[in-house]
């Protein structure tokens, strides 16, 4: 996907899913920064949902409308006692000796008097401890910051919310420096994009060519 | 034993001048570098120093002829390499100690893969976390008392060594000049399993402050 997308600049929509993270986000940060009552934060949510899904051919489209009211709720039942946000949206970036570009990030929300950092994250399934892709992210704005934060997920259904505190942050950093270098490495082979492409396969069973557009760039770019 | 060395590894850097124990003789060395050259002066006789023994290294280390020994070491109690990177690093020990004024009175390192050396260090070792307890904060002030012939190996390949007998003969505050200095640092046993990322539910903060008030799933 990464060598489709970014390198080779064949872009697929993303999905239903991904636009109904923002729309809740937006909605969460309504009701954190302006107290909004939740009828104005569901509806912020809707609205910016609508704006991202404008065109989105995605099938799952209704199922993730219809979910966005409770998500909504529930995660503002879970970060209205932390009070109003410091910040939000905040760019992340960290440097790393030897690698050529800095990694960035935003994070989703700050309490800067408690030193809490929450990144906000929408699934239909909760689940129990932060995923490993999660935790990397997370711990990247830990280090940016100087690894004094409390960094925590919270993952909100449409029915429960949980706030996971991360562990091992060092290690999580540890591990995307090793990615990044992976990457840089494999960039550094050749300039050229297709012998790039050339050198990697996709599982397209991956939910990441799920979309019929991104799987047919696949086909066109992979020849599977 | 208390060290858990029965493997080794650790690193390099510019560092202190060396304190050195032949374990074949029997002595203990100061060596000084003058002129680009080293001079061992035999310091077993008057031997007294204070031992860093909070900042003990354990790990790998080579001794390579006409060259800069390599050390591959992590703190002690840190888990390192089960093997050494080469098959010239073997397992040791390293630590700093300052010198009583008779012996030169500065800082310098000890470092030794020899068994004889070890198996003395580590007496010593157990002495202190003996002694620790009723010296909070203190580090022991250490002689070498004696020195005690070990017989290895047979026919042609037997060999002498002599085990340091250790003595702490009193306990004193840091000196001010004895700061921990690692001298390298292997790259630790790859944990057999990922860290964690996090499964403990946390609350919101107790006081807070004034309000305006990997699936396809799982996005922000």
């Known amino acids: 996907m990464y060598v489709m997308e970014r390198i080779l600049k064949r872009k697929a929509p993303v999905g239903a899913a991904a636009h109904r993270g923002n729309a809740v986000e937006a909605g969460i940060a309504k009701g954190l920064f302006d107290d909004a009552p939740l009828e104005d934060c569901v509806s912020e949510a809707r609205k910016v949902f609508s704006g991202l899904a404008a065109l989105s051919g995605d099938p799952r489209k209704e199922k993730e409308i219809t979910a966005i009211p409770a998500m909504v709720k529930a995660g503002l039942q879970e970060l209205k006692p932390y009070g109003k946000p410091s910040s939000a949206q905040g760019k992340i970036e960290w440097k790393v000796e030897g690698l050529f570009v800095p990694v960035i990030g935003f994070y989703d929300f700050e309490w800067a008097d408690h030193g809490i950092l929450v990144d906000l994250k929408t699934t239909h399934k909760l689940p129990s401890k932060i995923s490993t892709n999660h935790a990397r992210q997370v711990a990247l704005y830990n280090a940016a910051r100087g690894n004094n934060l409390d960094t925590r997920v919270c993952y909100t259904t449409p029915s429960k919310t949980a706030v996971y505190r991360l562990e091992n942050s060092d290690e999580h950093v540890k591990a995307l420096e090793k990615i990044a270098f992976a990457i840089q490495r494999f960039l550094s082979v050749t300039n050229d994009p297709q012998e790039l492409a050339s050198i990697v396969m996709p599982d397209v069973d991956s939910f990441y060519f799920a979309d019929p557009l991104a799987r047919k760039n696949a086909y066109e770019v992979f020849g599977i | ?220």
């Open chain 2, 1 to 220: 034993m208390g060290l858990g060395l029965n493997y080794r590894r650790s690193g390099g850097g510019d560092f202190l001048p060396v304190c050195k124990y032949d374990a074949r003789a029997g002595r203990a060395f100061r060596v000084d570098r003058e002129d680009g050259q080293n001079n061992p002066v035999d310091i077993t006789r008057n031997f007294k120093a204070v031992f860093d023994m909070e900042n003990i290294e354990v790990g790998w280390i080579a001794f390579p002829k006409g060259a800069a020994p390599d050390f591959q070491l992590v703190p002690l109690g840190e888990e390192f390499p089960e093997e050494g990177p080469t098959p010239n690093h073997k397992q040791g020990t390293r630590f700093v100690i300052k010198l009583s004024a008779e012996c030169g009175g500065d800082c310098r390192e000890m470092a030794s893969t020899a068994g004889a050396f070890l198996d003395g260090f580590n007496a010593l070792h157990d002495d202190y976390i003996a002694g620790s307890a009723k010296n909070p904060g203190k580090l022991p002030v250490v002689v070498l008392d004696d020195t005690i012939a070990v017989e290895s190996g047979g026919g042609n390949n037997k060999s002498t060594n002599y085990q340091p007998q250790f003595k702490i003969v009193s306990w004193v505050p840091r000196p001010k000049d004895l700061k921990p200095s690692p001298r390298g640092k292997a790259a630790p046993s790859r944990p057999s399993a990922p860290p964690s990322t996090g499964s403990q539910r946390v609350e919101a903060p107790q006081k807070a402050p004034a309000m305006a008030a990997a699936d396809d799933e799982d996005f922000g």
